[in-house]
């Protein structure tokens, strides 16, 4: 008898994966009932059949970094002049989701999910993208708790608080934001190499939920899609593809999938009707990520010294190069008949402090005036106590579901290169360096321990917000800016970054209270976050750079910190 060679196996349950496919993730049986053999073999399909796509299209993103890198700015591509002139239309808004007036956003906890459901908004859009710390078990749980929720038995038992959960008669519409095509997905590996992260989210939760989610809530339907992080419509093509692939497993009708794109980085401004054109069949219009925005303003101009940006808290919807994107995609989504959303307003309710209180949620509500008075057809909330404000400022659309035939902002077809990249105006401060790096390394910290959105002075924070934080750190550092907002004239320099991280320390230390910071991973956070300012070239992505400290490798955890 020939002596085995095999590799160790554990003498625990595993799961029963098709060929080619390997779960390195902590055993569950309530996971296994997500990772069944059918559901891995669907996304091993997806993985064989768009793995070289997805490599081609990263490799072009690279390329065009390599463009900016070298002088050149994003603007409208003169080969798809045809697709931007012509007068097509994308296939009509589905019925169940032609009145997305309010919708709330959130992490995929079983809590929140009920609470956002419950929450009055018309929509609530599932994160597992900036809202979400990618860990093994926030993604499976994740695909769990969305499971019960379209299912409809969804509960959740507070202990503590002796409250149980359940779902009212009455709850939004689901939309599910996948990650974004450059996250890989550790856990689960397809021919020995790591899933595309966003397939491992879309295909076990359209595996797990189109029959019932179409039974239930998309009247016919769905189910829905957030799609995030995209710079050129070749990635949409590749969804349009992916969606077409899944739709024909299921044996469903083709264009039953729809999915709303994420106008958040800011070649993609340029791709509007592109991007639209190659979802045309699968749309449901386009939506303005506003923090990815700025972030991705940064990180295409690194190599730009005349276009640093002010402090962070200046960078908003009044500034002329936000003004003119918000414009031109509502222009762009009304021309072709689907709707086009507005972004989060960052401000969540202040429980401590009524002043305080008063004075955010107005903020809240001229942000969403602004929004409806502009065109927009709906809008995003942070939290639950911010959906009567936004409704009641969307309420201008009167009995209308949506303003897409009635504002098509013809005037915004004057917008221009120039208008869209257009330098935000203001001062830097020294504490606008400081807010950066108490933000950044905070959020890392959650992060790290499984949050992937937190509170923090008073604001929601979450990936998209704290990547803000950090290409303008390292920006400022790596183009020594003169802080000319506080009258120091002093410049920014790893000196004085090196002291600033130091004092903000102690401050986060006073702030969380000694256990707290002893406990979590607040050293860790500042280390990971002082480096990624500081480096000589900047990181693609504040989550992609540290992913493999959340990667937990089972039998043996190889790679934890
Ligand atoms: C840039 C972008 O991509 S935006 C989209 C991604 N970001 C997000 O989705 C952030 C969503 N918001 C959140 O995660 C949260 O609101 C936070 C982390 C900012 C604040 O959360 P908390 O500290 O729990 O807020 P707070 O204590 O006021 O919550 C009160 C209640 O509202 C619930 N709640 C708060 N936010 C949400 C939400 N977005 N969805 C559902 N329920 C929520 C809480 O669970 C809590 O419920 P309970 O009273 O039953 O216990
Ligand atoms: O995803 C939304 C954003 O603003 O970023
Ligand atoms: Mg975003």
Known sequence: MELETSVYRPNVAVYDSPDGVEIRGRYDQVFAKILTRDALGFVAELQREFRGHVRYAMECRREAKRRYNSGAVPGFDPSTKFIRDGEWVCASVPPAVADRRVEITGPVERKMIINALNSGAKVFMADFEDALSPSWENLMRGQV??????????TFNDKARNKVYKLNDLVAKLFVRPRGWHLPEAHILIDGEPATGCLVDFGLYFFHNYAKFRQTQGSGFGPFFYLPKMEHSREAKIWNSVFERAEKMAGIERGSIRATVLIETLPAVFQMNEILYELRDHSVGLNCGRWDYIFSYVKTFQAHPDRLLPDRVLVGMGQHFMRSYSDLLIRTCHKRGVHAMGGMAAQIPIRDDPKANEMALDLVKKDKLREVRAGHDGTWAAHPGLIPICMDAFSHMGNNPNQIKSMKRDDASAITEEDLLQIPRGVRTLEG????????????AAWLTGSGSVPLYNLMEDAATAEISRVQNWQWIRYGVELDGDGLGVRVSKELFGRVVEEEMERIEKEVGKDKFKKGMYKEACKMFTKQCTAAELDDFLTLAVYDHIVA???????RL
């Open 145 to 154: 708790n969305l499971k019960d929720a379209v299912d409809g038995t969804i």
């Open 433 to 444: 360096l400081r807010l950066n790096t108490r933000v950044g390394i905070q959020y890392l």
């Open 553 to 559: 490798h089972y039998p043996i955890n190889a790679s």
